[in-house]
């Protein structure tokens, strides 16, 4: 089991900038593939990043050059900076987590609460 718990949100200007902060419970932390998902109101969930055991990444097309993911194994922390945010980034946004060796962008195992980031225009 492995328990996420999302931190950073708010509400922040357009072209401003907010860092996410995602806990997780465990000793296995650096065994998990990390992500981030967001939904906002009325949309499917969608996914932002993620992060594999071994550092590699990847983005979803809407964020590349924008976000970026990365992970501390001994806070067991996985973090995304938001940078240059649009109104469309508004959204309730999740951390993920995946037992696997791979870079899933779907079939997460594990799910934090929700952290909700709203850009204001």
């Known amino acids: 089991q492995v328990q996420l718990v999302e931190s950073g949100g708010g509400l922040v200007q357009a072209g401003g900038s907010v860092r996410l902060s995602c806990a997780a419970s465990?000793?296995?932390?650096?065994?998990?593939?990390m992500g981030w998902f967001r939904q906002a109101p009325g949309k499917e969930r969608e996914f932002v990043a993620a992060?594999?055991?071994?550092?590699?990444?990847k983005y979803a097309e809407s964020v590349k050059g924008r976000f970026t993911i990365s992970r501390d194994n001994v806070k067991n922390t996985v973090y995304l900076q938001m940078n240059s945010l649009k109104s469309e980034d508004t959204a309730v946004y999740y951390c993920?987590?995946?037992?696997?060796?791979?870079?899933?962008?779907?079939?997460?195992?594990?799910w934090g609460q929700g952290t909700q980031v709203t850009v204001s225009s």
């Open positions: 993920a987590a995946d037992f696997t060796s791979a870079l899933p962008s779907t079939g997460y195992d594990y």
């Open positions: 992060i594999s055991r071994t550092y590699g990444i």
């Open positions: 465990g000793r296995t932390f650096s065994s998990y593939c």
